[in-house]
């Protein structure tokens, strides 16, 4: 009988991290120069010339996730409270109390449970799309993990609603200025041009997305069995209590608490619209959200910093995985060789026919993307090159835009060295390997799409 392989995460990426390490031994150093231009350090196109290697040995392997740690520090930290303030959150008993009621009313009315997983998806997909959410999809998990489970779906469902709607509407983004926006900009293309194809775009990547989210969820309610998350939802729901025949008492207390997190979800979206909030804010509004809300919770002063130190301390593994990944890019860095990789595969793109050309670039885009997970760090990156690149192989500068695009985005949701991904996951406890069996068949799908969209950009001569 053969032995069951045990996938660690986290082991597993260390494993990554030693082999991008003996690839700095083999690899020669090169450099592009970069100019700092309209408030970005940009790569400066046929700059690169080799230097130097600088091989990273055993001192600079271990020390990498250290310093990998810190680079990541704020997500890390940003993860770290949204766990302890949901941790308060949930010891309330408003979420449940509310998700407890919202599973009655579904009980009396069941013809409307079926719109609920597209029309929500739809909402987290146009803020993927216009606004560039990806982070803010964190907050909602804990949320409709037990929304999911009142529905007799699993955790999988659950998570997918919010991550999976944002990630589709990142992938087709329409308006989304840490993409399309700086990436338009880089390539001297004007500003959110092409907005009609990558509309279509938009209602492919998110009716794909749906449908997959969907069908899966109508299999896991009719046969709870066959969920990935099976054994591991089942002790959970204990710990939930969630009654379908009960709308259960909604207390004055729970009614606090909830409109002050409604109120969260206002400030939160008005702070990232109308004031350019990032991690460091939102941690700062959620941290306030924890207080409140043990506060009107009527929780004593013990029972919220302990709730909040348990959800912090749930967050310790992810925040592991998290710098670890972030080491990749440290060694890589630090052993000048991420530099000769972008000018290594561009010198193989510049040699193809047109249309495989922007394939490769697509590609290119998804490899760059494993290591370097911020979109707008990456077009300032690859869009320098990758722009006068399709000039010379005779294809648009836009379908380079749009390469980036779903290189950028469609791949995201698998790869374990996103710290968003690993930040969903952790919230969600959801063991990475088994997401990335579940998930591997859209992403598949997504990838011949990509390639299909590509194609057809060519031949209508996309501008």
């Not at 959410?133 to 779906?153: C, R």
């Not at 009614?255 to 350019?276: H, W």
């Not at 695009?405 to 063991?431: C, K, Y």
Request: proline fraction near 5%; aromatic fraction near 12%; hydrophobic fraction near 55%.
């Amino acid at each position: 009988m053969k032995k069951k392989i045990d996938f660690n995460t986290l082991f597993m990426i260390f494993v990554v991290v030693a082999l991008v390490a003996v690839a700095t031994w083999v690899v020669p150093g090169g450099e592009y120069l970069r100019e700092f231009k309209d408030g970005k350090t940009l790569v400066v196109p046929n700059s690169f010339n080799y230097v130097q290697s600088n091989p990273q040995g055993l001192g600079a392997l271990f020390m990498s996730p250290l310093t990998g740690f810190v680079q990541a520090s704020l997500i890390i930290g940003f993860l770290m409270i949204i766990g302890g303030a949901f941790s308060i959150l949930q010891r309330t008993g408003a979420i449940i109390v509310s998700v407890q009621r919202m599973a009655f009313s579904f009980s009396k009315k069941p013809r409307y449970e079926k719109y609920f997983i597209p029309i929500t998806m739809i909402i987290f997909s146009v803020a993927g799309s216009i606004f560039g959410s990806s982070e803010e999809a964190l907050p909602f998990i804990l949320i409709f993990i037990p929304l999911a489970y009142s529905m007799g779906y699993d955790s999988i469902v659950g998570t997918s609603i919010p991550f999976l709607g944002m990630a589709a509407g990142f992938a087709g983004s329409t308006l989304n200025p840490f993409t399309i926006g700086i990436a338009q900009s880089i390539a001297e293309l004007p500003l959110y041009s092409g907005l009609e194809f990558r509309l279509v775009i938009w209602i492919i990547s998110t009716s794909v997305m749906i449908t997959f989210v969907m069908m899966y969820a109508a299999k896991v309610k009719s046969n709870p069995n066959i969920s990935p998350m099976y054994e591991i939802d089942m002790e959970r729901k204990q710990t939930m209590h969630i009654d379908k025949t009960n709308a259960g008492e909604f207390t004055l207390q729970h009614k606090l608490v909830l409109i002050s997190f409604g109120l969260a979800m206002i400030i939160l979206i008005i702070g990232i619209l109308s004031y350019k909030w990032y991690i460091t804010e939102l941690g700062a509004l959620f941290l306030a959200l924890g207080i409140i809300t043990g506060l009107l919770g009527k929780l004593k002063l013990n029972e919220i910093t302990d709730a909040f130190k348990d959800g912090a301390r749930d967050m310790v593994g992810v925040a592991l995985i998290i710098g670890c990944a972030r080491a990749i890019l440290v060694i890589a860095s630090d052993g000048k060789i991420m530099d000769t990789m972008l000018f290594s595969l561009a010198g193989i793109i510049q040699n193809l026919h047109p249309i495989l050309a922007s394939q490769a670039m697509f590609i290119t885009q998804g490899i760059i993307n494993f290591f370097v997970h911020s979109a707008s760090g990456q077009a300032m990156l690859t869009m320098p090159v990758m722009s006068p690149l399709a000039d010379v192989v005779g294809v648009s500068r836009q379908i380079a835009v749009l390469a980036f695009q779903f290189g950028e985005g469609w791949i995201n949701p698998i790869l374990p060295t996103s710290g968003v991904t690993m930040g969903v996951l952790g919230l969600a406890r959801i063991p990475w390997p088994k997401w990335f069996k579940w998930m591997l068949p859209v992403q598949i799908l997504f990838f011949i799409i990509a390639l299909f969209l590509l194609v057809l950009a060519f031949l209508i001569n996309y501008q």
